[in-house]
């Protein structure tokens, strides 16, 4: 989304965690632009805790290597730790590398701006966590990745000011170069690579309320682009079930790709 060369990507996900740049001193004076960081560095260390905990508490870390399945959870989870350190435990090399060039904040919602909810619907962003992300978006370009709906995510977040990219990247409007948070909303830059399969994606929504309908606590949210199936309040005994279900879906649709997220 954009063409300069020296940019520094903060990517903000759930437990917080970055890929560090590789080598950096430690930054030992401080710019304008550098205070400006510290302070909105302590002001997400406030408010973003509650996220961490129940992030921690909802979303255990995924095991994707199945020879890490016998290691002891703390060891997986220190292992995971050092190959996503925290991007507030990085912040000092995060300045360093930022000097002379442009930083971009890419930020995820839910566990991240929001908490994990049983009903996604539900999904609400705090007060205090939308003033953060509004001071931010004054100093910083600033974008919101997810697989919901954009306009979904639009409804919680309420900031014009921003990048929203929905349906994992396939539907992102951002502001104009006049946008205010309290303008009229008019949007600057529209991206739809996909467009062609929106009366498919709906074929599929439809086809997947009918087939879970019989499992009780399973959701089927329509993303635009994409479809989600929601499992958190399904007993696990019918997670089986509502995989089949998917599954018998999905063969009559080979363009259309399966993937997994948190009991999604």
Same mark, same amino acid.
Request: charged fraction near 25%.
């Given at each position: 989304?954009?063409?300069?060369?020296?940019?520094?990507?903060?990517?903000?996900?759930?437990?917080?965690?970055?890929?560090?740049?590789?080598?950096?001193?430690?930054?030992?004076?401080?710019?304008?632009?550098?205070?400006?960081?510290? *302070?909105?560095?302590?002001?997400?260390?406030?408010?973003?805790?509650?996220?961490?905990?129940?992030?921690?508490?909802?979303?255990?870390?995924?095991?994707?290597?199945?020879?890490?399945?016998?290691?002891?959870?703390?060891?997986?989870?220190?292992?995971?730790?050092?190959?996503?350190?925290?991007?507030?435990?990085?912040?000092?090399?995060?300045?360093?590398?930022?000097?002379?060039?442009?930083?971009?904040?890419? *930020?995820?919602?839910?566990?991240?701006?929001?908490?994990?909810?049983?009903?996604?619907?539900?999904?609400?962003?705090?007060?205090?966590?939308?003033?953060?992300?509004?001071?931010?978006?004054?100093?910083?370009?600033?974008?919101? *990745?997810?697989?919901?709906?954009?306009?979904?995510?639009?409804?919680?977040?309420?900031?014009?000011?921003?990048?929203?990219?929905? +349906?994992?990247?396939?539907?992102?409007?951002?502001?104009?170069?006049?946008?205010?948070?309290?303008?009229?909303?008019?949007?600057?830059?529209?991206?739809?690579?996909?467009?062609?399969?929106?009366?498919?994606?709906?074929?599929?929504?439809?086809?997947?309320?009918?087939?879970?309908?019989?499992?009780?606590?399973?959701?089927?949210?329509?993303?635009?682009?994409?479809?989600?199936?929601?499992?958190?309040?399904?007993?696990?005994?019918?997670?089986?079930?509502?995989?089949?279900?998917?599954? +018998?879906?999905?063969?009559?649709?080979?363009?259309?790709? *399966?993937?997994?997220?948190?009991?999604?």
């Amino acid at each position: 989304m954009t063409n300069q060369q020296n940019v520094v990507v903060v990517d903000v996900k759930p437990h917080g965690g970055v890929k560090p740049p590789l080598s950096l001193p430690v930054a030992k004076s401080f710019s304008p632009q550098d205070l400006k960081l510290l *302070l909105m560095k302590k002001r997400f260390e406030t408010e973003n805790a509650w996220v961490l905990d129940s992030m921690r508490a909802s979303s255990p870390t995924r095991i994707s290597n199945p020879t890490t399945t016998s290691l002891p959870e703390t060891d997986v989870k220190s292992s995971w730790i050092v190959h996503h350190p925290s991007a507030l435990n990085m912040f000092e090399q995060i300045v360093t590398a930022s000097k002379g060039k442009q930083i971009a904040m890419f *930020l995820d919602y839910d566990g991240t701006l929001s908490p994990i909810v049983e009903d996604p619907d539900r999904a609400f962003m705090p007060r205090e966590m939308r003033a953060a992300v509004r001071d931010v978006a004054r100093y910083f370009p600033t974008a919101i *990745l997810t697989g919901r709906c954009r306009d979904k995510v639009y409804s919680f977040v309420k900031l014009s000011g921003l990048y929203y990219a929905g +349906s994992h990247g396939m539907d992102i409007k951002g502001p104009s170069k006049s946008s205010k948070d309290n303008n009229n909303g008019k949007q600057g830059v529209l991206f739809q690579p996909a467009s062609e399969f929106l009366p498919m994606i709906d074929e599929v929504y439809k086809a997947l309320v009918e087939k879970t309908k019989s499992i009780s606590g399973a959701k089927v949210e329509n993303n635009k682009f994409c479809v989600s199936v929601h499992y958190r309040c399904v007993d696990e005994k019918s997670w089986a079930t509502i995989a089949e279900q998917v599954r +018998s879906v999905l063969n009559h649709y080979p363009k259309l790709k *399966l993937t997994q997220g948190r009991k999604v």
